[in-house]
């Protein structure tokens, strides 16, 4: 697998299941905003829970700065619905069975077998403005991606 994309690449569009709205569109949702793409390996786990909750807390600062978040996982979307609803997640979850939207981004796997936990702020035109990889740090990923959105608000 050629290494992940990283900063100044373009995403292809892609349209995942999504918990509770159906299905989700990249490029139609980059029509209103950046979009905060963080895949994590797995509900329910300690480091994801941990994750998933600092991107719930701090969610009222995505939309101030127009982003979206939305997480990936492989997990099915009966899953996401009871993570989602175990922990008040006030964003999208998408199920990436299979790992197709995965294998765009080139998100390898984390010690050989755990799937990579890695975050992107894509903007207008796909173009991935940052991404962030730590397997542990998942609170990290929130603060690297508010501190991309804060840079992209000041250019």
């Known amino acids: 697998m050629a290494a992940q994309l990283s900063a100044g690449d373009v995403v292809e569009d892609f349209t995942l299941p999504a ?11 980059l029509e ?15 480091v994801c829970i941990a994750e998933a909750c600092a991107f719930r807390d701090r969610h009222e600062v995505f939309l101030s700065h127009g982003a979206q978040v939305v997480g990936v996982s492989g997990d099915s979307l009966e899953k996401h619905e009871a993570f989602a609803g175990r922990h008040d997640l006030p964003y999208t979850l998408l199920s990436d069975v299979g790992g197709k939207v995965r294998a765009l981004f080139r998100v390898k796997k984390t010690l050989g077998f755990f799937d990579g936990r890695v975050t992107f702020v ?8 940052h991404a962030f ?8 990923h929130v603060e690297e991606s508010l501190a991309s959105l804060e840079r992209l608000r000041q250019s």
């Not at 209103?32 to 300690?46: A, C, E, N, Q, S």
Request: avoid cysteine; charge should be positive; hydrophobic fraction near 35%.
């Open 19 to 29: 918990h509770g709205e159906g299905s989700f569109r990249l490029y139609a949702a």
């Open 32 to 46: 209103r905003g950046p979009v905060v793409l963080f895949f994590y390996p797995k509900d329910d786990t300690p």
């Open 122 to 129: 894509i903007g207008t035109g796909g173009k991935i403005l």
């Open 133 to 140: 990889s730590s397997a542990l740090d998942a609170r990290r």
